[in-house]
């Protein structure tokens, strides 16, 4: 599988990611920006206001019914949070044209639609269409109020907010409600007007066609203004921590949740990185881990504890879902085996462990299209263009000592916890 | 029984692939898709029992016997302690991905790996075969599932599903949480698991299917080494007197949600689910929700303008070993208007059946068959039911293809009827 990125004239990217072994093709358009409070509630809703028509298909109906005609091709919004940007754009899935019926070119068409969607809205009296708008900033609205839904990634979300609360890692990719109310057909014509002039932009195409058809079907692409220089903003990264702070909100669920939000201080660019992944590992990343085998397997106090890391950020957030009265006997079994794992007590079946299942969950990221791209599009915004296979070989050059220095970067910021309150007095039904 | 391993190969064209089909002379069948160019290699070890299988008698019972809700799933979980430590501790040293999944028909364990293929699928092998039950680990595990039990107690997608169920089936074990309850599972002790698996852990009743760039002569070889071969158990299973009528047309659960979720379903009536019918019933089934509700009908466009659905709105023909249902569901303020709507719909498909919207119907069923051959995952997850239920996932698109207007429609006025509907609703709690 071969990466390439192919800066066009203009600026924007065209990354070619090219492989025949999938019988479809994942493509994705991306505009990135710097998290910032107000304008990631309108990107937000810009690809989901542009989703709904474009000249020529003018209905949500009819964008659907041209998707459906090509065998039934998914082309969908697409807005996601990479550190501290926002990437927010389209992504499309298309079986390969060797499958169609009768010989539709369905690879172009998938490009073409996806550039019509981008590149030539509906606009009435420079703004974007009133109705569509507002049912998008309902629809937006209903979105981020939902996220409590998954009271897990939830919990994890609440911890992240409040330990980075005055950085702006702590925005959500999607905004907050209130910010999307404000915002008016005309405003968001203007921003997208920005958007189009300014944003990094970056194309991605994981699949069997050649560069040249890539390139070729791209006509809007190639045909945008000049990209200004590259302006994303490096996160904010530090791993000191003045006090931990405790933060319980209540919610009528069963079970409490609880998720630490640590600051490592450590990016996927520091010389450390690779060992604070291994470290991670070793400590809540697999079923083996310090955390997995005590907290879970020793003690039943839970079905789920893990540890994740973000290696834009350098943060870890460990995560449980516990019985209430169970929180301080919790609390206390994963500091004693962070502790250990501070003070090296790490065996070496433990370490086998941990090297041999980042190997394969390394390997094996390149078997999913969709996976594939979102670890080139993040490399992308680092300006870094290193394969899955590049990190494996930095991964077998790490000593004990290294994990052990990594593993004590680890420092609790914010210990959040979601206390389940089933059973209140207005439970009935 | 033969003595002999016989291996099979077969080549689809069309779609590119290739089923090699090992009948190993244990009794075990393993079926394996060779997939080039994959690094990840999946393996599963299935057994046709799941949390349905609530009673029944076999070599091993003395008669018939109910058995506690939720013990297959709990099997599941035991299976990977034995004697000499858990599974997960040995995959730990190769370095694979394992896992293990219990719905309401089968059973089955897995682990996906880059490389020291044969020495995974032999752990595989060892420990699906070794069970290990004391009353210390099983007191253990009832901890651990009792903390499962209580996430999927405030997960709408579980309730809003297990509801639907409940107003769908009277009788049926499918009712009942593939987990069980935290009540039901203190029930469980060693001589019961030892019973449960004793019935239904034959080989006979399981099956091996691999996806992945694998070395046959490897598979057959981990099969000729750690296969032990034991008498075959004949299984019955209590037949359930299940009605065809629904048990109830609507419920609402308040739970802590943004939106209310909900699902709508239709019962299956029709009998038949597993065999060819019944997969020609999958395609036709997933045509006619297409028509009904797919993102280009006039419904959809409908409901979405006037703010009743989001994108989260879905569909799925659901068929496990003895029962099916079609679920359309998504997130409503007025989900009684959704449903309502999708009745009308039905019924002017019934007067009208449009040629077009089912032609272009049937390319969307075709691409979502293709997108399934794309991942090792899926396709060795695919092969198990494929193997019990008897059917051949590879013949699907040529199904496909050969469907007719007449048999879509057939389909229609047998399956998709009001009185064989109901609605299960979780709605916001501080809703009153």
């Known amino acids: 599988m071969d990466y390439k990125r192919i800066e066009l004239k203009n600026g924007a990217g065209l990354n070619i990611i090219s492989t025949g072994k999938f019988k479809t093709g994942f493509l994705s358009l991306n505009f990135i920006r710097p998290l910032s409070r107000g304008e990631n509630a309108k990107n937000a809703l810009l690809v989901q206001v542009l989703r709904r028509g474009c000249e020529g298909l003018e209905t949500q109906q009819k964008i659907n019914a041209e998707l459906s005609k090509n065998y039934g091709m998914r082309l969908e919004p697409i807005v996601r949070k990479r550190g501290e940007c926002q990437v927010f754009g389209f992504y499309c899935t298309m079986i390969n044209n060797s499958f169609a019926f009768e010989g539709e070119n369905i690879f172009k068409n998938a490009v073409t639609i996806m550039e019509k969607l981008m590149f030539e809205p509906l606009i009435a009296d420079g703004a974007f269409l009133e109705e569509y708008v507002e049912s998008e900033k309902r629809n937006l609205k209903n979105y981020i109020a939902a996220q409590i839904n998954d009271k897990i990634s939830y919990s994890i979300?609440?911890?992240?907010?409040?330990?980075?609360?005055?950085?702006?890692?702590?925005?959500?990719?999607?905004?907050?409600?209130?910010?999307?109310?404000?915002?008016?057909?005309?405003?968001?014509?203007?921003?997208?007007?920005?958007?189009?002039?300014?944003?990094?932009?970056?194309?991605?195409?994981?699949?069997?066609?050649d560069e040249d058809t890539l390139k070729a079907a791209f006509v809007h692409l190639r045909a945008l203004s000049k990209r200004p220089a590259d302006t994303l903003p490096k996160p904010v990264v530090t791993g000191d921590v003045k006090e931990v702070r405790r933060v319980t909100e209540e919610l009528k669920v069963a079970q409490g949740k609880l998720a630490i939000g640590c600051r490592t201080g450590i990016t996927e660019g520091d010389?450390?990185?690779?060992?604070?992944?291994?470290?991670?590992?070793?400590?809540?990343?697999?079923?083996?881990?310090?955390?997995?085998?005590?907290?879970?397997?020793?003690?039943?106090?839970?079905?789920?504890?893990?540890?994740?890391?973000?290696?834009?950020?350098?943060?870890?957030?460990?995560?449980?879902?516990?019985?209430?009265?169970?929180?301080?006997?919790?609390?206390?079994?994963?500091?004693?085996?962070?502790?250990?794992?501070?003070?090296?007590?790490?065996?070496?079946?433990?370490?086998?462990?941990?090297?041999?299942?980042?190997?394969?969950?390394?390997n094996s990221t390149l078997d999913s299209g969709a996976q594939t791209e979102d670890y080139y599009l993040t490399k992308t915004i680092n300006g870094d263009t290193s394969s899955p296979l590049d990190l494996l070989l930095r991964l077998d050059a790490v000593t004990t000592d290294e994990i052990i220095a990594a593993a004590n970067t680890i420092k609790y910021d914010t210990i959040y916890f979601l206390k389940g309150t089933e059973g209140g007095a207005d439970d009935e039904q | 029984m033969s003595s002999e391993t016989r291996i099979t190969k077969k080549t689809y064209e069309t779609l590119g692939e290739e089923l090699i089909?090992?009948?190993?002379?244990?009794?075990?069948?393993?079926?394996?898709?060779?997939?080039?160019?994959?690094?990840?290699?999946?393996?599963?070890?299935?057994?046709?029992?799941?949390?349905?299988?609530?009673?029944?008698?076999?070599?091993?019972?003395?008669?018939?016997?109910?058995?506690?809700?939720?013990?297959?799933?709990?099997?599941?979980?035991?299976?990977?302690?034995?004697?000499?430590?858990?599974?997960?501790?040995?995959?730990?040293?190769?370095?694979?991905?394992a896992n293990a999944y219990t719905s309401f028909d089968k059973t089955a364990y897995l682990f996906s790996c880059t490389d020291r293929f044969k020495e995974n699928l032999e752990i595989l092998l060892d420990f699906v075969q070794s069970p290990y039950f004391t009353d210390e680990n099983v007191k253990k595990?009832?901890?651990?599932?009792?903390?499962?039990?209580?996430?999927?107690?405030?997960?709408?997608?579980?309730?809003?599903?297990?509801?639907?169920?409940?107003?769908?089936?009277?009788?049926?074990?499918?009712?009942?949480?593939?987990?069980?309850?935290?009540?039901?599972?203190?029930?469980?002790?060693?001589?019961?698991?030892?019973?449960?698996?004793?019935?239904?852990?034959?080989?006979?009743?399981?099956?091996?299917?691999?996806?992945?760039?694998?070395?046959?002569d490897e598979v057959v070889s981990a099969m000729d080494e750690k296969i032990i071969k034991k008498p075959s158990s004949h299984i019955?299973?209590?037949?359930?007197?299940?009605?065809?009528?629904?048990?109830?047309?609507?419920?609402?659960?308040?739970?802590?949600?943004?939106?209310?979720?909900?699902?709508?379903?239709?019962?299956?009536?029709?009998?038949?689910?597993?065999g060819r019918a019944a997969q020609k019933n999958d395609y036709l089934t997933e045509i006619l929700m297409e028509m009904t509700a797919g993102e280009d009908s006039d419904l959809y466009g409908d409901l979405f303008g006037r703010g009743l659905i989001n994108k989260n709105f879905g569909f799925e023909y659901y068929r496990e070993r003895n029962f099916a249902l079609s679920i359309f569901e998504g997130e409503s303020e007025d989900p009684a208007a959704v449903r309502d709507a999708i009745f009308e719909k039905l019924a002017l498909l019934r007067e009208d059946f449009d040629e077009e919207a089912f032609n272009i119907a049937k390319k969307n069923v075709y691409s979502r068959?293709?997108?399934?051959?794309?991942?090792?995952?899926?396709?060795?997850?695919?092969?198990?039911?494929?193997?019990?239920?008897?059917?051949?996932?590879?013949?699907?698109i040529e199904m496909i293809k050969a469907i007719s207007k007449e048999d879509a429609k057939a389909r229609l006025l047998s399956h998709f009827k009001e009185e064989l509907a109901a609605l299960s609703v979780i709605c916001p709690a501080n809703d009153k």
């Open chain 2, 236 to 274: 019955e299973r209590k037949a359930i007197n299940e009605p065809d009528t629904v048990a109830g047309t609507m419920t609402s659960q308040p739970l802590e949600v943004a939106i209310p979720k909900f699902m709508l379903g239709f019962k299956d009536i029709c009998g038949e689910f597993t």
């Open chain 2, 369 to 396: 068959m293709i997108f399934q051959f794309n991942s090792t995952d899926n396709i060795a997850n695919s092969l198990i039911s494929c193997y019990f239920n008897d059917i051949d996932m590879f013949e699907g």
């Open chain 1, 271 to 362: 010389a450390l990185y690779p060992a604070l992944v291994l470290a991670n590992a070793l400590f809540g990343g697999t079923p083996v881990s310090k955390l997995f085998m005590n907290v879970r397997e020793k003690l039943s106090l839970c079905y789920y504890v893990k540890s994740i890391t973000d290696k834009l950020k350098g943060v870890m957030i460990i995560a449980a879902g516990i019985e209430n009265e169970n929180l301080d006997v919790t609390l206390k079994e994963i500091e004693a085996q962070l502790s250990a794992l501070k003070r090296g007590e790490i065996t070496e079946d433990e370490l086998t462990a941990a090297r041999a299942a980042l190997r394969t969950s390394i």
């Open chain 2, 141 to 216: 595990e009832q901890g651990i599932i009792g903390q499962e039990i209580r996430m999927y107690d405030d997960h709408p997608d579980f309730r809003v599903l297990n509801n639907l169920l409940n107003l769908l089936y009277h009788e049926h074990p499918v009712r009942v949480d593939i987990a069980g309850t935290v009540e039901s599972i203190s029930h469980i002790t060693p001589e019961i698991l030892n019973t449960c698996y004793d019935t239904f852990y034959n080989l006979s009743n399981m099956v091996l299917c691999i996806a992945g760039d694998v070395d046959i």
């Open chain 1, 157 to 209: 979300k609440r911890a992240s907010e409040e330990m980075c609360a005055c950085e702006p890692y702590a925005l959500s990719a999607y905004g907050e409600a209130e910010d999307v109310d404000g915002i008016t057909p005309r405003e968001l014509y203007e921003h997208y007007r920005l958007i189009i002039k300014e944003a990094k932009t970056e194309a991605f195409y994981v699949g069997s066609e």
């Open chain 2, 21 to 97: 089909r090992i009948d190993h002379k244990s009794g075990l069948t393993a079926l394996v898709v060779p997939k080039r160019g994959f690094s990840k290699m999946y393996a599963v070890f299935a057994a046709n029992y799941g949390s349905v299988d609530r009673e029944f008698k076999s070599d091993a019972t003395d008669g018939f016997v109910v058995v506690p809700d939720g013990i297959a799933h709990f099997l599941e979980h035991k299976l990977f302690e034995g004697k000499d430590g858990n599974a997960f501790e040995k995959y730990a040293v190769t370095g694979a991905s």
